[in-house]
């Protein structure tokens, strides 16, 4: 029985917005977990020395060619227009899929030979020449090993998100999982042997495990890859029109990337190391709340945009976006103040010093403030894609990119300031991003309340901000009079102790003043329930996951769900 219920957990499709989220963001949080565990041990093999640096610029040009072509086709065009084809034909779409696989990899790997060519010369340029000759060419090593881990990468991606469209969440949710036990491996298996080297080799084992982990499932779905590419199909034709808009804006903010980190050599090689750290601390709530929420809901907003009544993809854009900001928002405020016991108890290991832990604790700070608005970003972008307008995130994109790069720059080059003006900047155009999105959105929605939006708004911030205090004072106090924060459990112990105390009086608060998401329980439900998680498994046995769901605003779920 044991092993029906674990293939009922993998085959089990997740049909709700709030069930799809909840699946993703356990899987997202058990993968940032294993991600904190790897930013632990390549702080303790290479703490914040040189060869960490020449790893993270080697790492940009890879990312960027993935970002590109898996991110920008798949997250805003793919499955928009997947989904609706598997309405009409399987084979069809399959087909299409298909098609855009053998296109995209064909253009991954012309831009990889030409990298894989020139890349000392690229890792010269992007440290600004601060790197020595050996440097180069370990960056250049680096970099041809990343280019193959990311090729890997990108075809797995295509399988999640034609796992993703049948609404198969969990699987790949759980590949990111993968990917970082593999990168733990090589780490832990072959630092000692190969150095720095090690970390590449790891992130070539995860790509394996990313993608092995997919295409062993990927067959529950019906799709095989046929080889060759259909330039007449329609369906590719429309995601290949779709594309130009999206990839784009990716491109531009990857290269805004590639500038804040040249950039932060110029401020000192160092700082690469802690932007990375400080910006992956602020990406757990981000993808844990914000990632989640916002891919559980492009299904669901992807097959409203085409009905003539839009309220319904209205009701589910709002729901999706207070039942993330109930959860962001506090987050974002838990990660100012404790942001130099996150970096201690993540980062603090003998060979990271007290004053590259101020330095991350500083820009985690700055980072934490916009938590909130990148989330809020996540789901406003996929709100536009669903509606098939990749034009207007790439406009608002290229806006807040542009004033991201030119204050970064004016910062570092002409005032002399330091990485902590990046982060500045970087938390500014996730503002600007926000702000525009949302005023722009209104004009297909319908304009926003007060009631309805601006009033639930303030209430979740009210109750963030009195929670601040909660936990403010009671870390000096306790920090004082009875933890000894020299010793590591100690530390561990007054951040629990803290957070606990903010996140009960952060109920507390919000429900006095009657914010309707503090109605998000963990419910068993019935058998005819339109939630419920898991079919009949054995002679009348039912298993249920506990999902969460706001009670008092069941009637904004697509109804036929």
Known sequence: MAVMV????????????????????????????LGLIRSRLLSTFFGDGVDLSVFYIADRIPSLIYS?????????????????????????????????????LGIFILFSLVVFMFSPQIIDALSAGKFSYYQVRMGAALMRLMLAAQMILLVSSFLGCILQSFRYFLVPALAPIFYNVGMIGG??????????????????????????????????????????????????LTMVKLL?????????????????????????????????????????PVNFFGASIALAALPSLSSESGQEDSETFRKTFITSFFQMMFLAVPASVIIIILRVPAVRLVYGASRFPWDATLQTALL???????????????????????????KTPLGVSLISICTTTLFSFVAVKYLGLGAWAIAAAITLGSFIDFILLLAILQKHIGKLGFSDFYTPFLKIALSALAMGSSIYIPLKLLDIRV???????????????????????????????????????????????????????????????????????????????
């Open 6 to 33: 674990k293939s009922r957990l993998f085959s089990s499709t997740q049909n709700t917005v709030i069930s799809a989220a909840f699946v993703l963001a356990l899987a997202y949080g058990g993968s940032a977990v």
């Open 68 to 104: 590109i072509l898996a991110v920008g086709a798949l997250s805003s065009v793919f499955i928009p227009v997947f989904s609706y084809e598997i309405t009409k034909s399987k084979a069809g779409a399959f087909k299409t899929a298909s098609n855009i696989v053998s296109l995209c």
């Open 187 to 236: 780490l832990v298996l072959f630092t000692a042997r190969f150095g720095i080297y090690a970390a590449a080799l790891g992130g070539l084992l995860g790509s394996v495990l990313h993608f092995a982990v997919q295409a062993i499932f990927i067959g529950r779905t019906g799709f095989t890859y046929s080889f060759g590419v259909d330039f007449k199909d329609k369906a590719s």
């Open 244 to 284: 130009p808009p999206r990839i784009l804006s990716l491109a531009a903010s990857q290269i805004s990337i590639t500038i804040t980190n040249f950039l932060a050599v110029l401020v000192s090689t160092g700082s690469v190391i802690y932007i990375r750290f400080a910006d992956q601390l602020q990406s757990f």
């Open 364 to 390: 985690l700070g700055i980072f934490g403030v916009s938590v909130f608005s990148q989330g809020a970003v996540l789901l406003l972008n996929r709100a536009f894609y669903a509606l098939k307008n990749t």
């Open 483 to 561: 933890f000894d924060t020299t010793r590591t459990i100690e530390l561990l112990a007054l951040t629990a102790v803290v957070t606990l105390s903010g996140m009960a009086s952060y109920l507390f608060f919000t429900r006095m003043l009657h914010v309707k998401e503090i109605d998000l329980p963990i419910r068993i439900e019935t058998e005819d329930s339109r939630v419920a998680y898991f079919r009949q498994v054995e002679n009348g046995l039912y298993i249920r996951m506990a999902l969460l769901r706001p009670a008092t605003n069941q009637a904004s779920l697509p109804g036929r769900y």
